[in-house]
């Protein structure tokens, strides 16, 4: 910088300044800044080390005041940070020998606006930050351990971290919607600071995150199982859980389940996804269920026998299902005799509760 | 969109920048520094060195407070009156380790023939001596209109002739030296590359050419275009000719080089050409004139940039390319 440049510092008014800083940062977006465009015109105006660092889109620069790059990869701790509001994590910083000077506040602000219509407009939005294809690699047990081990990288996954995979199914006609719903998702998870990577793959989209949880509160129409905790190395064997967890939310007449099922939280109910679909629909006990559900569109039948599997007793099913107990014994005597065994009894609501669950995962997912 | 800068009505000639900045196609970086940019009212002379004097003692605090480049030793020294000219400074740039002789440059500041000092283009100067391990000398030639051509064209030329006959003294091989400048620096460098070929003086290495003023006739098709470019406009251009050009005993092309009768024999000569810039096709013009004219030319048009951008906006990535572009060029020319 030189004579014919005001210096930042040499402006008296602050409003002033700030109108400038305002109009500097916008002719960068106007001229369609690069990351480093960006950075070498932060450090240029403020005259001293400006930053970059977006862990989801493998982003880190930093340059001095004269348009170089320093090689360091850390965010110096006196350093005046602002964060990028697009959801990603991303933050910029000016740092200052001396300290902060008295407008690198608002020059960071600016910075930081500039910087997520520029990051949106290189790699794009920050729920699709990367190729999907690199998440979908990660999830695929097709793959070598080094390749892996590079989309997790590129993904900003690091072997220090774990992660779950999570199995996202969207039902219902619109599925834009859904889809916007899930970036939402995407980015309040990312808000709190874990990493998460969406992508579509098939029916299905995957996500792989460092949150330990998913909000249970999920969208409507959308719904979720979520794989075991794992090295992101294992990403694979999480994703197979969380589409086994998913199976777990089919929703039937009269069988309701939550739309979020962790793998962890099924214990070794797990054990009766592991038969193929056509064996299970091929079972005396899952078609004899299915006949019940055939002639029960309503799903009142298959309501109150799920009620009384888990309620254990008449008197609890009735309370639950606001109906008076007797009413409840016949529905359940004509269920018994058109499943072929007494439900009535521990052993019999143990065999019509397993019933039930493998008939659930005989479904297709939508 | 950029805002117009309010406020500065009071201090009429801070701001310039009151556009939108789209109505050519930018560098970002260079985009950026504008709202920062300081008009320089270029049809008042008084104004216009009191607002640069302003700016520069600004840069001058600003530098204070940068270490020195430990690389470079920076001297002042004054070329004593002699026949028809007064004391002339100069300013001596010296690589602070050297084992053998250095090539060396004569470098031009900018300003118009009108405004600049040593100050201007000493960090320019520092990196020259510093990464192309040469020896910079640069004039602080008289300046328009108190003094108008041939003033600052017999203030160049001195001082080569000085580097030529005392650059021994100085550990310079004076076999190796090259002309410089920027702005109307670069076309008092043409120029005194043109009379060194006639006067038969130092064969020189190269003649460095950034975004030189070398015609005066005004009649280029950039120059009737870019009316409101930052830095310089044909506006400033035109006044600049008014206050330099003066009758002398010199030919007419010694004031603005692309008049020149002849372009052979000259030095080999590398350009650096903005495309903003009303000087740009007179600088391609000269390129091409040098060229059939069988001297070598090395060329640079750097997209989206206007007049010396690399002196405003050094940060900026292209800047940093154009001078890389400069230091490879000199080290090129002045390798033993």
């Keep these: 910088m030189h004579g014919l440049l005001l210096r930042l510092s040499g402006i008296d008014a602050e409003a002033e300044a700030a109108v400038r800083v305002i109009a500097a940062f916008d002719q960068l977006v106007a001229h369609r800044a690069d990351t480093g465009a960006l950075v070498r015109a932060a450090a240029g105006l403020a005259e001293c080390t400006a930053g970059i660092h977006d862990p989801l889109r493998g982003v880190f620069l930093s340059v001095s005041s004269d348009g170089r790059s320093v090689p360091s990869r850390v965010i110096p701790a006196t350093s005046t940070l602002a964060k990028v509001d697009d959801g990603s994590g991303a933050e910029v910083w000016l740092d200052r020998v001396g300290g902060p000077g008295p407008l690198d506040a608002i020059v960071a602000e600016r910075m930081a606006a500039a910087a997520a219509i520029i990051l949106d407009r290189i790699f794009g939005s920050a729920s699709y930050a990367i190729d999907p294809g690199a998440l979908e690699l990660l999830l695929s047990e097709q793959v070598s351990d080094v390749d892996r081990a590079r989309c997790a990288r590129l993904l900003g996954f690091s072997e220090a971290r774990t992660i779950r995979a999570v199995a996202f199914l969207c039902v219902g006609p619109q599925r834009d919607v859904i889809t916007r719903s899930l970036e939402s998702l995407t980015s309040q998870i990312r808000a709190s600071g874990d990493i998460m990577q969406l992508a579509k793959i098939g029916d299905l989209f995957a996500a792989i995150t460092t949150a330990d949880q998913i909000p249970p509160e999920l969208p409507a129409q959308i719904r979720a199982g979520v794989g075991q905790k794992v090295d992101p190395l294992k990403a694979p064997a999480s994703w197979a859980g969380a589409r086994t967890a998913l199976r777990f939310t089919v929703n039937l007449p009269g069988l309701k389940r939550p739309p979020l099922q962790s793998v962890e939280d099924l214990g070794p109910l797990i054990a009766l996804a592991n038969h193929p679909i056509d064996e299970l629909r091929a079972m005396d006990d899952v078609q004899a269920i299915n006949n019940v559900a055939a002639n029960d569109p309503s799903g009142e039948h298959i309501h109150t026998l799920d009620a009384f599997c888990r309620a254990g007793s008449l008197r609890r099913t009735a309370a639950e299902l606001y109906l008076h107990h007797t009413s409840v014994a016949a529905r359940i005597a004509h269920i018994s005799s058109a499943l072929g065994y007494a439900v009535d009894t521990p052993d019999g609501a143990f065999r019509a509760r397993i019933a039930l669950t493998l008939w659930q995962l005989s479904q297709d997912l939508d | ?336």
């Design chain 2, 1 to 336: 969109m950029a805002a117009e800068v309010e406020g500065a009505a009071h201090k009429p000639h801070t701001s310039t920048f009151t556009g939108n900045g789209l109505q050519y196609n930018y560098d970002a970086e260079l985009a950026a520094v504008l709202p920062f940019n300081v008009k320089i009212p270029f049809d008042n002379v008084a104004e216009a060195r009191r607002v640069e004097a302003e700016g520069m003692a600004e840069q001058l605090r600003a530098r204070a407070e940068l270490p020195k480049d430990p690389n470079v030793l920076v001297q002042d020294h004054v070329l004593p009156a002699a026949a028809g000219s007064a004391d002339l400074p100069i300013r001596i740039y010296t690589p602070a380790r050297r084992t053998t002789s250095l090539g060396a440059l004569v470098f031009f500041h900018g300003g118009g023939y009108v405004l600049g000092t040593l100050d201007n283009e000493e960090l320019r100067c520092v990196h020259y001596a510093a990464r192309v391990n040469c020896v910079v000398v640069s004039p602080d030639y008289r300046l328009a209109p108190e003094h108008p051509f041939p003033a600052a064209f017999d203030d160049c030329y001195r001082t080569l002739c000085w580097l030529t006959g005392e650059g021994a003294h100085l550990g310079v091989d004076v076999g190796r030296i090259a002309v410089g400048g920027i702005s109307s620096g670069g076309g008092l460098a043409a120029s005194v590359a043109q009379r060194a070929r006639d006067e038969h003086g130092p064969d020189l290495a190269l003649q460095l050419l950034l975004y030189p003023t070398l015609d005066s006739r005004l009649r280029t098709v950039s120059n009737a275009r870019f009316t409101d470019t930052p830095l310089w406009d044909a506006h400033s251009n035109r006044a600049m000719w008014e206050y330099y050009l003066a009758e002398s005993d010199y030919p007419a092309w010694y004031a603005a080089p692309a008049l020149a009768e002849s372009f052979e024999g000259l030095a080999p000569a590398m350009l650096a050409v903005a495309e903003l810039d009303p000087l740009r096709d007179e600088a391609l013009e000269y390129a091409l004139a040098l060229l059939k004219a069988n001297v070598s030319v090395e060329m640079h048009l750097y997209a989206g940039t206007y007049h010396a951008f690399d002196y405003i906006a050094p940060f900026a990535q292209i800047s940093q390319r154009a001078l890389a572009d400069q230091v490879n060029s000199l080290t090129k020319a002045l390798r033993s």
